[in-house]
DNA sequence: CTTATACATCGAAATATTTGAATATTTAAA
DNA sequence: TTTAAATATTCAAATATTTCGATGTATAAG
């Protein structure tokens, strides 16, 4: 994962409700809906739709298309590298 | 670690000169001096001090004065509490 | 085919961040 | 005690982000 990577998922990961949304998965356990992440946060749609744009274009959220409702996977595996990375600055 | 403060580690770590300060420790092995992430980035001292600070008040760098320079060293156990917040998520 | 639902995009306002010139502060050296 | 070096602060400009109203697009339902 290169440095220009960190930086998005690290920007992606600065805003209490993108973490918020992240949270959301512990309790939903496979995964989300947009319409679900619309009730969960105090925001308007579009800028729900803003946020989830943010975790998916950092690849940290994969979208799938249920006709007319978007579901939401977390990428366990960006995570992972993202995780490895902070390691690796602990020598 | 509550939310604010993976807020506010994120968002230290969504920059790409803040980055390549923490990257440098891996070639520093122990602590970096301010003088010398002068030299490292490709920006004025004032700029340079300004993400120094972002990086102290995220707790990510502990400041230690020597005199009239300045000493850094990684925190590790703040960094390895954001990465078992990271590690959560995953549940 | 018309309408309703779910989500995205656009545009603009408000706010936050990044940057550097100028200057201040602190401490060491002369 | 004057001067120089290292770092911090202030201020303003440039840029980026967040937010929402208005509107667009796609798909399902009637």
Same mark, same amino acid.
């Given at each position: 994962?290169?440095?220009?990577?960190?930086?998005?998922? *690290?920007?992606? &990961?600065?805003?209490?409700?993108?973490i918020?949304? @992240?949270?959301?998965? =512990?309790?939903?356990?496979?995964?989300l /809906?947009c319409?679900?992440?619309?009730?969960?946060?105090?925001?308007?749609?579009?800028?729900? *739709?803003?946020? &989830?744009?943010?975790?998916?274009?950092?690849?940290? @959220?994969?979208?799938? =298309?249920?006709?007319?409702?978007?579901? /939401?996977?977390?990428?366990?595996?960006?995570?992972?590298?993202?995780?490895?990375?902070?390691?690796?600055?602990?020598?």
């Amino acid at each position: 994962m290169d440095n220009k990577k960190i930086e998005k998922i *690290s920007r992606a &990961l600065s805003d209490a409700n993108r973490i918020a949304i @992240l949270q959301q998965f =512990k309790k939903k356990k496979d995964c989300l /809906y947009c319409a679900e992440v619309n009730d969960l946060l105090d925001l308007t749609q579009p800028s729900v *739709s803003h946020h &989830l744009k943010q975790l998916v274009d950092a690849e940290l @959220l994969l979208p799938q =298309k249920e006709g007319r409702n978007l579901k /939401y996977v977390l990428n366990q595996q960006v995570l992972d590298e993202y995780i490895a990375c902070l390691t690796e600055l602990k020598d």
